[in-house]
């Protein structure tokens, strides 16, 4: 069972940005920056491409409606999408505010933010939805 299956099921918790019966969407805790966001099939699946169409294309519509509630929220140039799928055997897509390409650092030191500020954060995405 992934980490992300267990976020799923409730047993880690979360900063939930969208929910509905098949997908999950929740700030990332390890954040390359601020509104950073990871959208995940509920259904354990490891690598993106072994999902059927449907899933597949179900998945990145609501990366899409996510992604435009977060160029509402952050002033930023483009929401970058990304599959990396390597750290965690669940497909994830990455949601993350950019202006810059360097903006898309995965190796650089993760922001930090207080429970207080990822309720906020959260908060601002759901309103923007």
């Known amino acids: 069972m992934s980490i992300f299956s267990k976020i799923v099921s409730g047993e880690i918790l979360s900063h939930k940005i969208y929910e509905d019966s098949n997908h999950l969407a929740f700030l990332d805790i390890f954040p390359i920056s601020r509104g950073h966001v990871l959208v995940i099939p509920k259904k354990e699946i490891d690598y993106v491409f072994d999902m059927d169409d449907c899933e597949y294309s179900e ?8 992604s435009l509630a977060i160029k509402k929220v952050f002033n930023c140039e483009r929401v970058s999408l990304n ?28 922001l930090i933010f207080t429970e207080q500020e990822f309720k906020e954060i959260a908060s601002l995405i759901r309103q923007a939805i």
Do not use: R, Y
């Open 59 to 66: 998945l990145l519509l609501i990366a899409k409606k996510i």
């Open 83 to 110: 599959i990396v799928g390597l750290d965690i055997p669940h497909v994830h897509i990455h949601l993350i505010p950019i202006n810059k390409i360097s903006d898309l650092n995965f190796e650089k030191q993760k």
